[in-house]
């Protein structure tokens, strides 16, 4: 089955992906004087409710049984990575929310804080009521974000803490959190997973991902336009590139993830179908990646970013062959 990470019906689309043609900027990526203030953003989330319980995820259970093993470890894989990471940002955001930098920034942040719990609850929900997997500490062992991202984010965000709310420190966790880790990583996740749910049939969990998508198309739109102010004071532009740069350094690595062994088929057909699904997710990320520079005001920083994204997947691989002794099926496939 060839699996793209193209257009789906009811696709959730973002300020990265808007197609709208009236956009001013370049290669259709919005301009900054498109980002909406904290302010709006929190009037859209009035306005954005939904609940898990409506989401009725039992509906899923029995094509989810009847899911053939491949299926089913893919899809599960995925839901595990989505629900590790946003257990991650329940437990790191608040952070962020006690040191705003302004009373609009922290009244939105408070919404998103309410939207990652309610996100945690969907995955849950998701694992054990429709694809009867049960949540242990294995789940956290086994993902990427887990494993190389959240320490990251962790630390990041207690430096907030301990510094009493320092800007830079602040600034640093909002590029870890807003930009890589909802922008280019759960992105990107969220967008492969929506579509495979939609191949299979998953009805509840492709609209349960719907919502997520918002939500967090949301939170993106808050992190660029709070870099951007960072950008744009002169005073943390430097940190903030610099935090970009190993962000997507990072992201290009988890997205390979050399601590897990890939699922690999062995008939060559479905070999390559994984291969060019595995390496649209990368791109997703990668663009998204890019993408978002002109947004946060760093445009000149594309080349770095192109560049150092290629590296890291490069020794991910790499890695991978060394761990595994067996090559990533990408490279197999290529
Ligand atoms: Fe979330
Ligand atoms: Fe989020």
Partial sequence: ????????????????????????????????????????????????????????????????AALRPFAERELGDALTELEVGEVCVTRTLSALVDHAPTDDDRIYLCTQLADEGRH?????????????????SALDEASA??????????????????SGGDRGAWYEALVGYHLITEGVLAAAALRTTRVLAQRYGLHALHEGLGNVARDESRHLTYGLMAARRGVDDGEHRELIARCYLSGAELAARVMVNPHKKAITPVMTAALHARARQL????????????????????????????????????????????????????????
């Fill in 1 to 64: 089955m060839t699996i793209t990470t193209g257009p789906v019906s009811g696709e959730i689309l973002d300020i990265l992906d808007d197609p709208a043609p009236s956009r001013p900027a370049a290669g259709n990526t919005p301009d900054r004087s498109t980002l909406p203030g904290a302010l709006a953003l929190y009037a859209r989330w009035e306005k954005g409710q939904w609940s898990v319980g409506d989401v009725r995820v039992e509906r899923d259970r029995e094509t989810w």
């Fill in 120 to 136: 945690v609850r969907f995955f849950q929900e998701y694992l054990t009521t429709a694809a009867g997997i049960e949540l242990d």
């Fill in 279 to 334: 390496t649209a997710q990368w791109q997703v990320g990668l663009d998204r990646a890019v993408r978002q520079l002109r947004l946060i005001g760093l445009p000149g920083l594309r080349d770095d970013v192109e560049r150092s994204w290629s590296a890291a997947q490069r020794r991910a691989l790499a890695e991978y062959r060394e761990r595994w002794d067996t090559e990533h099926p990408v490279v197999l496939a290529a």
């Fill in 145 to 162: 974000y887990g494993q190389l991202f959240e320490p990251q984010l962790v630390a990041a965000t207690s430096r907030v803490r301990e």
